[in-house]
């Protein structure tokens, strides 16, 4: 009897990565004067198509940075790319934020502000133009930009749910 080799599974061969969007300062006053505790916005992702958000609050940064980090890897996501860049035009909402995120040619690079870049290098994109609308919250737009990154549907998905075959058309 034979024994299999155990395979790696995705997350070993390519791990996660992280990085801190915001981190939030909150001060409430006391007796004997400000108390401070602290939020972190964190992305984490291996760059290939997995991405998630997390949010975490403590009383100081690395452990509110810590808690962020652990949340995000509760709900990370598997996102549609076609090669490079993403497969259609789609928007993203939360709130009061929209975020536009159109596919790009190669070389274009990711034409975004700091917080909506971090969620799209962090899935692996990498030639992308976006546009937000809106709140410019960070917390906003890093929840709208994954919100669209998470609709976004590949072609041969589109295909089997329909029952038809889809042509191509590249306009670059």
């Known amino acids: 009897m034979a024994v299999e080799p155990i395979k790696l599974s995705d997350q070993e061969e390519k ?3 992280d990085t801190v969007v915001k981190i939030y300062r909150c001060s409430k006053v006391v007796k004997g004067g400000r108390r401070f505790s602290f939020a972190a916005l964190v992305v984490v ?3 290939t198509g997995t991405v998630g958000v997390g949010y ?3 009383n100081e940064v690395p452990l509110a ?3 962020a980090i652990k949340d ?4 990370l996501n598997r996102i549609a790319l076609v090669g490079r860049t993403i497969p259609h035009q789609i928007q993203g909402r939360c709130r009061a934020s929209r975020v536009t995120m159109v596919p790009a040619s190669p070389g274009t690079g990711v034409i975004a502000g700091s917080s909506a ?3 799209l290098e962090y899935a692996g994109v990498q030639d992308v133009l976006t546009k937000v609308y809106g709140s410019t919250s960070p917390k906003n737009v890093v929840k709208a930009t994954l919100d669209g990154l998470i609709r976004l549907r590949s072609k041969e998905l589109v295909e089997s749910l329909r029952g038809v075959k889809i042509e191509t058309v590249r306009r670059w």
């Open 65 to 67: 940075v810590e808690k």
């Open 72 to 75: 995000a890897k509760k709900s």
């Open 45 to 47: 992702g291996d760059r």
């Open 117 to 119: 870049r971090a969620v």
């Open 56 to 58: 975490g609050k403590a």
């Open 15 to 17: 791990p996660l990565e």
